[in-house]
């Protein structure tokens, strides 16, 4: 079993930067892709970043590509979301998530572990 748990998110403002952390407790952690989503209210939830499990791939949303970074550091089993020019339409709960896949997908229902999400406002 794993457990994800999400940090980082807040209120802040248009043009803002924030940096989501996912601290993961899962065994080999280091074969996981990992990935962000996002589900705003009223909407599905949204792939916006993942990146492979050897750390030399990773694949973004097209409305976040260009201002979002993920990255992991696998000694500290976690996983970074890199926000930067926020804008209101980023406001969402943010959550991770782990795929034990060979590829980066971009489908949640491939996902097997989920954190329980941490809320970004932008405002404006």
């Known amino acids: 079993q794993g457990q994800l748990v999400e940090s980082g998110g807040g209120l802040v403002q248009v043009g803002d930067s924030l940096r989501l952390t996912c601290a993961a407790s899962?065994?080999?952690?280091?074969?996981?892709?990992m990935a962000w989503f996002r589900q705003a209210p009223g909407k599905e939830r949204e792939f916006v970043a993942a990146i492979h499990w050897s750390g030399a791939t990773t694949h973004y949303a097209d409305a976040v590509r260009g201002r979002f970074t993920i990255s992991r550091e696998k000694v500290k089993n976690a996983v970074y979301l890199q926000m930067d020019s926020l804008m209101p339409e980023d406001t969402a709960v943010y959550y991770c998530?782990?795929?034990?896949?060979?590829?980066?997908?971009?489908?949640?229902?491939?996902?097997?572990?989920w954190g329980q999400g941490t809320q970004v406002t932008v405002s404006s």
């Open positions: 998530a782990a795929d034990q896949s060979s590829y980066i997908h971009v489908e949640r229902d491939v996902y097997v572990f």
């Open positions: 899962i065994r080999n952690f280091g074969s996981y892709t």
